[in-house]
């Protein structure tokens, strides 16, 4: 057994201390002396105070000694030709860095690859490289060679344009070569946007210590559009108040500011910050696309003039990483005052409306006139009291495709969110949002095809048919929408998986999610040969050309930008399983602890085992077994499985668990709301038997019996309290690993770990008890606390 797994199975008393791995300098600690500075004689955030506001590209220097001569010789000098030559559009004249700034404006996106690699390496190897702006006739031995065919001699001399053509737009490659016995690096790509990727991805391998030498890397994103929702005044766990929902000095908490009062009414865009472009760097570390500013229960405000001219600075700062922005919308806003003279009337207000399409229009083109490369509009339509077409006599077709025909002669995208559950249409809220778009879907056409959406439309849909909990079945429209672009929404801020408090790494919920087999058939009934999730979305399963994957943001204005160290995991790991969702989860929390806290491999391990098992901990404790929303009202926090006065039914925790003195679950089987017939046939009969659904789903599907027997051999009431005073144990044992590494993180960054595990324990151990103490009521039975 390893040193990590004894300290995190709980052999190493607490307090007991790691010794430094092999080859492990004392960087790793923080102690020891300053890194070496980033571009412009900027520091490398180093040292016991450091906040994490670098997230994961802190480029450490290497500590392994003879790892880091192998590396000073492979990576001597850094070729970016013709870096200034394309420089993206800036529509802002004014767009400047707040004083005092670490970071600076980019005007190319090779320009931004050139200094994240001098940044990288500098950090990394420890000393400055040299940059040349051209081999000349001559590459030089350990040159890192970055471009595309049109930027680069280098690149046009060492890399075939076949092997080029197949990358697409976002892909790249990494390749070792030589000439007599110089050896050197190329990071070729079609475009400068895959160019930065590959430059990410280079750096990444020296960050987490593996080998340069004989590399042949191809890579291309599996999904086409990979963007963030960004929610800047709901769900935001990432403020830099006490409480990690708010602001100080006036700011709102959110990442960007717009409307900043006070002492930071000065720093308000077009004012670039440096959290921005931290933001930025990421966001293109992993390979992110776009992202959707505001939050979809939409203000108004981000369609006035003064709002779009910030937003135009926004994009000029982020578009040199290839991040593009959209807006979310009311469907509404056309009869706002606000845009008087220029508003609509409720009888205007119909989505087949010319006068409705014509204010839509107009709109984007005011929008595009500042932001070219605009993506379109993000839309949550009556869900939640947000207004739609419904309210005028119209459907979500209807409405998405009003919006849609407005948008499409300036190349934008539509993206209809599918989060409906208006309770006339069913009484189970799980089957509303099928029964309401899967007809529109299957809608013959005059030409003989069917579907309604428009091809710019996506529709929206999250991962499962309830609300992001911490596990649920997949939603039954994947796979169902065969004739309709469909976007997974995967929501990477912790709303019910623990917030800013929780420990809780979402990487293997999501690889859950996107490796279920849908089981989908063809139109004569034939199960599809590429027919998970994943294969869904990126539309292998299907023949969709046009693929989207969402992810509601996780970013604030926290020195470390997401509230919780642990949390920027969450965000590397969500771009990463975007570019590619096959990848393995335990693999992308490997890469992240070495590039965010240590390369020592005792830590790596230790802090992967632990990261691993915290999402199956978290619904141990919270809602085991297919137990679902029993969260209290509003919060979405804490544990409340006895509240039923919320003004909706589908609100109250109690319409969700069913408890009762037989057992516990919800219904939905053939007998019960028939939810599973939503479901392709072989999922309908796997979930449709108390028999066959998995363990883990259970309560999604089946009104449980406290005495039904379980794969464990005990009956379900004791494996439910087995699960969730395991769950709690789960988190002690994070606490007393993260406590015996005192000595191998940096002062800061542990303590304030620390303090939120001795919470996380706390609240898992109040989700245990109130839950458990609740269910009794009903089953009348003993609590086997140790079972």
Known sequence: MTL???????????????GPGAG?????????????????????????????????????????????RRYREQVTTVIVENADRNKVYRHTPDLSMAPGSAERLMESTLEAAREELVRGLRGLLGRPVRVSQGPGNRIPDGAVIVGTRDSSWAVRRSVPAEDLASLGTDGFLIRSLSEGRRRFTVIAAPTEVGALYGTFAFLRRIQTHKPLGELD??????????????????????????????????ENGAIFNFAATGDSAGLNLPLVLDRYLVAARAMASVGITGITINNVNADNAYLTPEYIAREAALADALRPYGIRIALSIRYAAPTDPRFAPDTLTEEQMAPVSPDFQAWWNRKARQLQESIPDFIGFTVKANS???????????DHGDGANGMAVAVAPLGMTIYWRTFVYNPDVDSDR??????????????????????RFLDNVFLQTKNGPLDFQAREPIHPMFGRMENTNQAIELQVTQEYTGQSTMLCFLAPMWEEVLKTDTHATDGEGRPLERSLVGNVVDGTAQGHSATSIVGVANLGNADNLTGHHFSQANLFAFGRQAWDWTLDSAGIADDWVRMTW?????????????????????VSYQTPLGIAHQFQANVHYGPGPSESDLPREDWNPVYYNQADSVGLGYDRSPTGSDLTAQYFPALQARYGSIDTVPENLMMWFHHVPWDHPMSSGRIFWDELVHHYYAGVRYVSGMRETWDALEREIDARRFSEVRAKLAQHEIDAADWRDTCVTYWQRFSGREIHADD
């Open 384 to 394: 939640e009291g947000q207004p739609g077409p419904q309210d005028f006599g119209y």
């Open 24 to 68: 492990e300098a004392a960087w790793a600690t923080g102690r020891d002396g300053e890194a070496a500075g980033a571009p412009g004689g900027l520091p490398v955030p180093q040292g016991d105070g450091y906040d994490g506001s670098a997230l994961w590209l802190r480029y450490a220097p290497v500590g392994d000694r003879d790892l880091l």
């Open 430 to 451: 799980l089957k509303r949002a099928y029964l309401e778009f899967g007809s529109i879907d299957d809608e013959p056409r005059p030409d003989g095809t069917r579907g």
């Open 4 to 18: 990590s797994r004894r300290i995190f199975m709980g052999a190493v008393a607490a307090g007991a201390t790691l």
């Open 217 to 250: 890397i191809s890579e291309s994103p599996r999904v086409a559009n990979r963007h963030l929702n960004y929610w800047d005044t709901e769900r935001l766990y990432a403020g830099n108040d006490a409480s990690g929902t708010g602001g100080l000095d006036g």
């Open 598 to 618: 240590s390369n020592s491999r005792d830590v790596v391990d230790t802090l992967v085992t632990m990261m691993m098992g915290s999402w199956e901990a978290l």
